[in-house]
């Protein structure tokens, strides 16, 4: 079994999948295809990036039942004669993938940041100890399914347009009903996509200060975002803007950390900048190392004079 076999809801997700999903067939000589569960505009957005899709039509919310979900993936695996199975490294997708590794006797990587293909071999990266280091693991069963960390592979772009084929499958009763959807809490901000990043840390002694950054960010074309304990200690930023381990991987053309000491909880997700420039007051800070350029100064001071370079709002 070398096919491959990639799903995810979401058509951001699903086109870094099939760009995961198109090294490994370079390297295995596999045949890649997709899954698109009542998603006709997600089939035709992944058959366009030039893969054959497998879509469902079921009855019910199948999406949201991470069960039905899994069985689903196992029908798709089993027709499409599938040994690599593809997700998302979210918190639905490594539920499925654990019932899925389960119902197909398969082993199971999560969060995976990287993939090495050697002689049909494949290695998944993954961060251990806190993003202290990284660990490199295989799968030795027959049949694997790695979940990869959103925002790390790039989007499969348009190609030569893949088919659509339809799949009838059994799925089990659903043991989920969906009776409402509420977004998110967020404001819209897209800090993966941004080429510009003020990230703040706990260095912002008081939350007025953060309009300042915004003004640096608005000045810049960017968007502010910020280590976790912003969000979910002091609660100045929503958790979507949160960069790291725990948050998002961004990888912008500039990023200026303002007061950010440099934990690599939080390094994991921004040390793929470009061009990193940092402002804090301590010059032992770990991010004083990870910068190719900073300014040990207090940002009492630094905040309101760079803020000034920008117009108001």
Same mark, same amino acid.
């Given at each position: =079994?070398?096919?491959? $076999?990639?799903?995810?809801?979401?058509?951001? %997700?699903?086109?870094? $999948?099939?760009?995961?999903?198109?090294?490994?067939?370079?390297?295995?000589?596999?045949?890649?295809?997709?899954?698109?569960?009542?998603?006709?505009?997600?089939?035709?957005?992944?058959?366009?990036?030039?893969?054959?899709?497998?879509?469902?039509?079921?009855?019910?919310?199948?999406?949201?039942?991470?069960? +039905? =979900?899994?069985?689903?993936?196992?029908?798709?695996?089993?027709?499409?004669?599938?040994?690599?199975?593809?997700?998302?490294?979210?918190?639905?997708?490594?539920?499925?993938?654990?019932?899925?590794? +389960?119902?197909?006797?398969?082993? /199971?990587?999560?969060?995976?940041?990287?993939?090495?293909?050697?002689?049909?071999?494949?290695?998944?990266?993954?961060?251990?100890?806190?993003?202290?280091?990284?660990?490199?693991?295989?799968?030795?069963?027959?049949? +694997?399914?790695?979940?990869?960390?959103?925002?790390?592979?790039?989007?499969?772009?348009?190609?030569?347009?893949?088919?659509?084929?339809?799949?009838?499958?059994?799925?089990?009763?659903?043991?989920?009903?969906?009776?409402?959807?509420?977004?998110?809490?967020?404001?819209?901000?897209?800090?993966?996509?941004?080429?510009?990043?003020?990230?703040?840390?706990?260095? $912002?002694?008081?939350?007025?200060?953060?309009?300042?950054?915004?003004?640096?960010?608005?000045?810049?074309?960017?968007?502010?975002?910020?280590?976790?304990? !912003?969000?979910?200690?002091?609660?100045?930023?929503?958790?979507?803007?949160? !960069?790291?381990?725990?948050?998002?991987? /961004?990888?912008?053309?500039?990023?200026?950390?303002?007061?950010? %000491?440099?934990?690599? +909880?939080?390094? !994991?997700?921004?040390?793929?900048?470009?061009?990193?420039?940092?402002?804090?007051?301590?010059?032992?800070?770990?991010?004083?190392?990870? %910068?190719?350029?900073?300014?040990?100064?207090?940002?009492?001071?630094?905040?309101?004079?760079?803020?000034?370079?920008?117009?108001?709002?």
């Amino acid at each position: =079994m070398k096919n491959i $076999l990639v799903y995810s809801d979401r058509p951001e %997700s699903a086109a870094e $999948l099939v760009s995961a999903g198109q090294l490994i067939a370079a390297a295995t000589g596999g045949t890649l295809r997709a899954l698109s569960v009542n998603a006709p505009d997600l089939s035709a957005f992944l058959a366009a990036r030039g893969i054959d899709v497998l879509e469902v039509r079921a009855a019910g919310d199948p999406v949201t039942d991470a069960a +039905q =979900m899994a069985a689903a993936l196992r029908e798709a695996a089993d027709r499409s004669d599938a040994g690599v199975i593809l997700l998302s490294s979210g918190r639905r997708g490594k539920e499925i993938a654990g019932r899925l590794a +389960q119902e197909i006797g398969a082993g /199971c990587l999560t969060d995976v940041g990287r993939l090495d293909v050697v002689a049909g071999r494949i290695t998944g990266v993954r961060y251990a100890l806190g993003g202290a280091t990284e660990v490199f693991q295989a799968v030795a069963t027959d049949r +694997q399914v790695l979940a990869l960390r959103p925002g790390v592979f790039p989007e499969a772009p348009e190609g030569t347009p893949g088919s659509v084929q339809s799949l009838d499958v059994q799925l089990p009763a659903p043991r989920v009903r969906l009776r409402a959807v509420n977004a998110k809490a967020g404001d819209g901000a897209d800090i993966e996509k941004a080429e510009v990043l003020v990230v703040v840390g706990q260095g $912002l002694a008081e939350q007025g200060e953060l309009a300042l950054a915004e003004r640096i960010a608005r000045g810049l074309g960017g968007e502010v975002a910020c280590t976790k304990p !912003v969000a979910t200690d002091r609660r100045w930023l929503p958790e979507d803007r949160i !960069v790291g381990l725990s948050g998002k991987t /961004c990888r912008p053309s500039l990023a200026l950390l303002l007061g950010v %000491s440099g934990q690599v +909880q939080f390094t !994991v997700g921004i040390r793929d900048a470009v061009t990193i420039v940092a402002v804090n007051r301590d010059d032992q800070a770990p991010v004083a190392s990870l %910068s190719d350029y900073f300014l040990p100064a207090d940002l009492k001071a630094v905040l309101p004079e760079l803020a000034g370079k920008f117009p108001g709002p």
